[in-house]
Structures are given as structure tokens and as C-alpha cells.
């Protein structure tokens, strides 16, 4: 299977600053990254699409300003929490595209560790 | 709007007994992820499904697609405590867009 780094894998802050999150794809390339959040107990909520090379998708409901996403490199993406507050304390996971190969087009997603992110 | 469902959202069972959680749709997926995710770390892929009728075996798990690929199911023969977990099925509906189904938390008992 694929490997999919995080880092940090928690991170305790303080309101008002900003936290990096780096999510990196070892052993593939991946032009395409998603980020998701999962509060106790839940599904995964896609938070974003990160393309490399161009800017992200984000879902509704989620502000961009405040979560910055940067794809730099093919096996790279970053997010940042802006001026984090308690409620953005979550459970954060990156996951990333990797093309099956197959006749058809088809892809998996190979998920990170998750980062444990608390705002106090 | 693509909806998953999984059913069901909780099971508790004993060591050594046999289960199958579902995953439905009313949309057709082109093709279709099973993930086990322990609690504080992210989803395990376990399989991917492409062909609709396709069955996978994964040592005691079983996987199978649905004919009409909208919806697949996950047998698991003998239950063990490691195969504790919130099963999470996605899928794929165009492009690099997937939906996630909201899991099934399935605890074995020993």
C-alpha cells in the first residue's frame, strides 16, 4: 500500500496563533490531496481539495481565509489554521490520490496518521 | 446529492461470531473503498471494488459489490478484537470526488 505522512501529530496552541499542518505522500506523487475533519464519534467531513500547482477547492461552509491550504509539490500539502480559536480543536486528516493501475481510470485515497490539533 | 448509507451505525458482537455491515446508495459509484480506523489515527484502506458482482477476500473479510454498483457489503467471518474499528465506506462517483458513508462502529467483545 501507500504511505501518507502527518506532522505534527499533535499540536497544543494558543488562541489567536496559527498552526501548520504538513501532509506528505512517501512513496507516490500525488497531484491531488484532500482535507478532511472528524469531530469524536463521526464520519470524515471534507474540509478541501488540494491541486497542485493552483488553488484549493474548498466546501461550503469552510473559510478559506482561515484555513490556508498549499500544495507546493507533487508529494506535499500544507494546511493552516489562521488565528485558531477552541472550536477549530479537532481531529484533522489529509488523505491522498493515487491512480490505480488499471485499464480504467480509477484512483484510492491513502489517508494520513490525522493531526490531534487542541486550541486553548 | 450522493448519499451513502451504512447500516448498521453500531454492532457489538463476541470473539469468534460472524457480521456483515452494508453500504447503500441510490447513485452508481465507479468503483468503491472499504477503511477500518482505529480511534486517534487516520482510515486503513482495506480494498478497492471496480467491477459491479466483483467479490474481494481479505483473509477473513469478504467484500462484495453490488451488480448494479450502488451498493457493496463487508462480511467478516469469526470476529476477533482486532477487527474492532469504525468501518468507513466511499465512494467514487466522477472524477476525484468521493462520498463517504458516516461508518459502522463495530466493537468485538472478547
Known amino acids: 500500500g501507500a504511505v501518507v505522512s502527518q506532522h505534527p501529530s499533535r499540536v497544543i496552541c494558543k488562541s489567536g496563533t496559527s498552526v501548520k499542518i504538513e501532509c506528505r505522500s512517501l512513496d507516490f506523487q500525488a497531484t491531488t490531496m484532500f482535507w478532511y475533519r472528524q469531530f469524536p464519534k463521526k464520519s470524515l467531513m471534507l474540509m478541501a481539495t488540494?491541486?497542485?500547482?493552483?488553488?484549493?477547492?474548498?466546501e461550503q461552509g469552510v473559510e478559506k481565509d482561515k484555513f490556508l491550504i498549499n500544495h507546493a509539490s507533487l508529494t506535499l500539502s500544507t494546511l493552516t489554521v489562521t488565528s485558531a480559536h477552541p472550536e477549530d480543536s479537532s481531529f484533522y486528516i489529509c488523505?491522498?490520490?493515487?491512480?490505480?493501475?488499471?485499464?480504467?481510470?480509477?484512483?484510492?485515497?491513502?489517508f494520513g496518521p490525522g493531526t490531534r490539533l487542541t486550541v486553548t | 446529492t450522493q448519499l451513502l448509507e451504512q447500516s448498521p451505525q453500531f454492532l457489538s458482537i463476541q470473539e469468534g461470531e460472524n457480521l456483515t455491515v452494508y453500504c447503500n446508495s441510490s447513485s452508481v459509484f465507479s468503483s468503491l473503498q472499504w477503511y477500518r480506523q482505529e480511534p486517534g489515527e487516520g482510515p486503513v484502506l482495506l480494498v478497492t471494488v471496480v467491477t459491479g458482482g466483483e467479490v474481494k477476500k481479505l483473509k477473513r473479510l469478504t467484500f462484495q459489490f453490488g451488480d448494479a454498483r450502488k451498493d457493496s457489503s463487508l462480511h467478516i467471518t469469526a470476529a476477533q478484537t482486532g477487527d474492532t474499528g469504525l468501518y468507513l465506506c466511499a465512494g467514487r462517483v466522477s472524477g476525484q470526488n468521493f462520498v463517504f458513508g458516516p461508518g459502522t462502529r463495530l466493537s468485538v467483545l472478547p
Open positions: 488540494s491541486n497542485e500547482g493552483s488553488k484549493a477547492t474548498y
Open positions: 488523505s491522498a490520490l493515487r491512480p490505480l493501475t488499471s485499464g480504467i481510470i480509477n484512483y484510492e485515497q491513502y
